[in-house]
């Protein structure tokens, strides 16, 4: 039945559009879609039929267009919308646009005048990334209905009501890569003014418009991370001049300057998200593709939404996930301390054979934790997403989270072993200095220089291939399989066609975890342990500089456009720095202790008594941070007072809306003592 | 000019208001203002005068009655106020009632047909307690205009444009006293469900209603933590038939309770505060009655209020108040250090004469620490206010932390001293034993029963005053002050001359400070030296006990009724109590590890691995603390989404305002490529 209508509905279309082709304007493509070659003609029409059809019948209303099939790619469709289409779902994304009056607000489609400035096409008001996220958002909830079983063609991959049938064609590789389009002229404009410039500020409103907020954000941390880290880097210099009674100072200094850094960074993270519209994200915000659950009305929008219990996301986190987790990192650290002990034994032993063998351990023990990385990623993400979070940063928190925890165990368990246990500061510097100066050098060259060879040396293949292909191309024309002939072709002399096959190469930038994860290592190296090696904040800064440069021509150059992604703040990180910003009170105190233990001269008091004297210094510092975390409000004056008049403003629209009587009726009605006369 | 006005307003007014007079129908009257005795004519008649005005004049527009004059008491008044006034109030206020549907919601004046049950008339619609907050409200909005420089008849009590005009009046002693009428069978009702039962639960909702959200929920605070404290009790019997082994049991038991018991108080009262409707009062509310300011547009609501800049208040607060408070808290403990230092030494002395004057130290230290603190009280008021803060509950919050800190000082540094300098266990024993029973006792008894011993003394006395008094009525009819003509007065047989007359003698109820400390105080005990003690808990949910009836007693019987205040949760105590809670873990891990220390057969290790180990635990400990912290949400699941379906309703009704084209317009306007048809 539904079937046959959505048919129906489909036929029109097509007509239509290839009316308008006549005319030579085909939409602008916006996202690319590869299919599996394999993939059934069955598939394909449903999938694409799916992504034209009304959401009502579980569809996206988007526009396809196909490219001029060949048998070295499969199937490959660009994905578009009309201009209605994207206004509409701007709308109910609540994307936020600056008004004519320069006020940011969300756009609603009947005040469109208000927004477009004067002159403007309606087609430009929308950003690509806009375009391109709202496309995505599209697709992803494009969703089964109850009558659909299965994915046609393919019997064993069985839907339910409401899955989302973009993730379920991912997940089993029928679709092969879904992109977005660069940009290239506003790439180059902004690659201009980010990492070609030396001492320019990030021109972080380009970044948003173009890569979205999440990326935007990751730059803003960096930015203002490598900035506060230049305090450090003068007392570190400093403290080559004065002589060594500065360590209390530095340890003081350095719990008061990572605090105030990490309740900082909360006020600006704020004022970027209402800057950027995103602050007012919530847990109940739309769910996130893969999200599932019964399709059901929305307790707080009332919309046609799947619903999950949280109890039950909450059981699997802590009955499950936690447990595994925990486990894991006491596996990491069995494993860790049992190499420690491997090499002390060799060490011991002491045969010639032993020493040759000396670092085979520590050889052995890297591949084998870049194994379990490897692995335990996955399974972090898989964990995560069997908890089933609602919306794509709460995922992403609690993925971040189990992520963190192991690699924190990872990296810095045999630094606070070398330090706590053994006790030996002298490999405690080495080591620090070895991870920031080699390792960091080692990460940038990795990033960028590899892949710049890399594409020198594919580009000169590529063109062999591209003139094989040429050939290729005649003959697969004649065999272009039979199908999708309602959907409009773009002609094989279009240029998006080349940009397609350029970046369907590209690698995948997949999220901004990884380059979180090397300043979150960096951060940890410079306040756990700097109170022994104060030039560590100087080699960051130099790591960062480069860091901010070498990430953003990455982005620029060699990765796909990743598609735009909102943010209220870092997530998990946040909290994730200020646990090292937290432990390092403990560290600075620690290594202070030990220190003093080591300078035989110092001894005024017994042991006993020094200890007393760190932990009562340790306790006075955990003392200040709390008091700083207090007096450092979360949100700048400006801001508070612009939520409190958005909140108000639109409270007072609740009210009037249930303005159904005027106080006229009520005058009338009941008498009163005083004759005072109404203002109306 | 604007006097001339309003003196026609107040003819115009009284005119109409004899009018109703005689059908003998006066308004019910809420609120007593007793004025000074001596106060002349003019400034009587420009008060009242005030009270009664249009609000665009600086006024309160309410209705005044006034009692038969007597030279004995002075001009006494009773204010009321029309019911389109309140209801008007209701809705500025933003009072949350109950509709029809049973959805608590802000009132508005157009929707009163949706919360009016059938049948009630619209005069009970509103409780006693919300009218008596609502001319409150309206006389602390009083305020002076431009044009008035000073109180008519006292030139030397200059005004400033904008000041609170009741404030001044009752700084300089003009109004003697002002306060809301009992409604004494509500009061009888209420009593009998509450402090005249065993094991009832208390009945919040009639408490909040007739006491306001403050009182209520100190009272479930109260209950919250007695029935948590039944956990410690149970625990702290067990304790006495096992052996000493389990103090590092008992240890992380208390840290874990205390920091539960907290994060789910806190969920409880946002519950609380979201079903009265306070969840969302910010910074950014209804400024308090003795802000003063410029005059100026709100930023946020728009209307015209004092304005004062906000960095000033911080300025002030960073840079006078807080040295201020911490010189004293200084002060206060080398004032009992020295006490201590003097004990000692008269002991050391050991003559005779020493060993008599033995307790004169304590003694005079007692009667110093009484004065300084009601000295202090002054001051942190005084500082407080002259911080300017703009709403009540910012005005609470920090005169309450000034207070704590002091307090704190006065009360716990003792136990400290004994605990970790002398580290005296078993006087620390006798100390808590003597607080907990004997003190905890003695305050009961000056609560209710000198109370109830001087009620029933007094009234024997008034007794023969009031036959004296029927005499001197006599004479003072005649010589009645010919003044507020004007105003209609209550008949000398009228019932609430005699229920104002006595309210008039009865306590005032300041605030629930000290019933907060006392609980406080308590808490501190139990949970900073329990390990000591274990069976602190148990008397302590004794003590409670009987607390919860007596102080419930003390406010429906002995006390003037206060002011129902709005709260959203219980201020700076929160604060103050998980400041308790961490410490919690220091002197439990401090007391254990000076066990340890002083049984000489526990030395298993010696002293500075016993330190560590104890540091150690410290640290896991309050690692588990932070964990519990951020597992336990907030707010419960429900109130989450209750409110961000509020939120998303008010932001759809802001949109929905904002909508003023139609999308059939824009479809019109612009072409587009797909031929889906619109759903309107």
């Not at 990490?262 to 999200?291: K, Y």
């Not at 979070?389 to 925890?405: C, E, G, P, Y």
């Not at 039979?482 to 997949?510: G, N």
């Not at 006229?664 to 006369?677: C, D, E, H, M, N």
Request: proline share 4%; with cysteine; charged share 25%.
């Amino acid at each position: 039945m539904s079937r046959h209508r959505i048919s129906e509905d489909r036929e029109k279309q097509s007509v239509e559009i290839s009316d308008e082709d006549n005319d030579g304007s085909l939409p602008q493509s916006y996202v690319v879609m590869r299919f599996d070659k394999n993939i059934p003609d069955a598939t394909l029409e449903w999938i694409v039929d799916k992504i034209h059809t009304l959401r009502t019948n579980g569809g996206g209303e988007l526009l396809v267009l196909k490219q001029p099939y060949k048998e070295s790619e499969g199937v490959v469709l660009h994905i578009s919308a009309s201009t209605i289409k994207f206004l509409e779902a701007a709308e109910e994304m609540e994307i936020m646009k600056c008004d004519k009056n320069g006020v940011r607000r969300e756009f609603t489609v009947s005040s469109l005048e208000d927004f477009l400035p004067d002159g403007m096409h309606v087609d430009d008001f929308l950003t690509t990334a806009e375009k391109q996220k709202i496309i995505k958002h599209e697709l992803e909830n494009i969703r089964a209905l109850p009558v659909e079983g299965c994915i046609p063609g393919y019997p064993q991959y069985t839907l339910y009501e409401g899955q989302s049938i973009l993730h379920v064609c991912l997940v089993e590789h029928l679709i092969k890569a879904i992109y977005p389009l660069h940009d290239v002229e506003s790439l180059k404009k902004l690659g201009k003014r980010w990492y070609a410039t030396l001492f320019d500020p990030q021109p972080l409103e380009e970044i948003r418009l173009y890569f979205g907020e999440a990326i935007a954000l990751y730059f803003a941390f960096l930015g203002f991370y490598t900035a506060a880290l230049v305090f450090p880097t003068f007392l570190g210099f400093l403290q080559l001049f004065v002589s060594h009674e500065t360590v209390p100072f530095f340890c003081v200094f350095n719990v008061v300057w990572v605090t105030v850094l990490l309740e900082l960074w909360r006020r600006r993270s704020n004022e970027l998200a209402f800057q950027w519209g995103t602050i007012g994200m919530t847990s109940l915000d739309e769910p996130r593709g893969n999200f599932h659950g019964r399709m059901g009305k929305d307790a707080v929008t009332g919309r046609i939404q799947p619903q999950y219990p949280r109890w039950k996301t909450t059981a699997k986190l802590y009955f499950v996930s936690i447990p595994i987790v925990i486990a894991c990192m006491l596996f990491a650290s069995v494993f860790m301390l049992a190499l420690f002990w491997v090499e002390d034994y060799m060490k011991d032993l002491g045969t010639p054979l032993a020493e040759q063998l000396m670092n085979l351990p520590s050889i052995i023990y890297s591949i084998l934790v870049f194994i379990i990385n490897v692995k335990y990623k996955t399974l972090a993400t898989y964990l995560t997403n069997w908890e089933n979070h609602r919306t794509a940063s709460q995922f992403d928190r609690h993925r971040v989270i189990k992520l963190i925890m192991f690699e924190f165990v990872n990296t810095f368990m045999s630094l606070f072993y070398i330090a706590f246990v053994k006790q030996d500061l002298e490999i405690l510097k080495t080591q620090l200095a070895t991870m920031l100066i080699v390792q960091q050098a080692i990460n940038n060259i990795q990033e960028v220089l590899i892949p710049l060879f890399i594409k020198k040396y594919t580009q000169r293949t590529q063109q062999n291939i591209s003139v094989s292909k040429e050939v290729e191309d005649k003959c697969e024309n004649i065999n272009s399989r039979e199908i999708l002939k309602h959907i409009p072709e773009i002609r094989s002399d279009d240029t998006r066609i080349a940009e397609a096959e350029k970046e369907d190469l590209m690698d995948v930038y997949e999220e901004t975890y990884d380059d979180y994860l090397e300043m979150y290592i960096q951060f940890g190296y410079v306040v756990l342990f700097s109170s022994v090696y104060p030039l560590a904040a100087f080699w960051a800064v130099v790591n960062n500089f480069v860091e901010i440069r070498s990430d953003a021509f990455k982005l620029c150059k060699f990765n796909r456009r990743p598609f735009s992604k909102k943010v209220k703040d870092i997530g998990a990180w946040q909290k994730a720095f200020e646990v090292v910003g937290g432990l390092s009170i403990l560290t600075n105190c620690g290594l202070m202790f030990i220190s003093f233990h080591q300078r035989k001269d110092a001894y005024f008091f017994d042991q006993l008594q020094w200890l007393v004297m760190f932990v009562a210094l340790e306790h006075c510092l955990l003392g200040i941070r709390y008091l700083l975390h207090i007096a450092i409000q979360d949100k700048p004056e400006w801001v508070r007072v612009a939520l409190a008049k958005k909140y108000h403003a639109s409270k007072q629209a609740l009210k009037n809306e249930q303005l159904l009587k005027n106080r006229g009726i009520l005058a009338r009605k009941f008498k009163t003592v005083s004759s005072r006369p109404f203002k109306s």
